[in-house]
């Protein structure tokens, strides 16, 4: 059975960092897509970044370019988000999720997606 697990959500002032982690279990995903999308309440989920397995191959949400980097350690089967100069506007909950390709994870269209992590930013 696939699980996707996040963590690291929390509370945190506006232009603060944090890092959220994404724990997978039940498989290896070599060739796939992994990546983050987000949701707000009363909003439409968006896309936030899709990295290959190998990272050679990255991919940001325009709103989160320059400030979030994605990245994956393939020994731990875990996948990370560094999200840099926080915004009020990205208070949601972030889900990782994984997808054959990065269209997938793009598209919001992902094989699979774990629960979330709140992110809450104060202005």
């Known amino acids: 059975q696939v699980q996707l697990v996040e963590s690291g959500g929390r509370l945190v002032e506006a232009g603060g960092s944090l890092r959220l982690s994404c724990a997978v279990s039940?498989?290896?995903?070599?060739?796939?897509?992994m990546g983050w999308f987000r949701q707000a309440p009363g909003k439409e989920r968006e896309f936030v970044a899709a990295?290959?397995?190998?990272?050679?191959?990255?991919y940001y949400g325009n709103s989160v370019k320059g400030r979030f980097t994605i990245s994956v350690d393939k020994e731990k089967n875990t996948v990370y988000l560094q999200m840099n100069s926080l915004k009020p506007e990205d208070a949601a909950v972030y889900h990782c999720a994984a997808a054959t390709y990065a269209s997938g994870l793009i598209d919001l269209t992902p094989n699979y997606w774990g629960q979330g992590t709140q992110v809450t930013v104060s202005s």
């Open positions: 990295t290959s397995r190998s990272g050679s191959n990255i």
């Open positions: 039940g498989r290896t995903f070599i060739n796939w897509f």
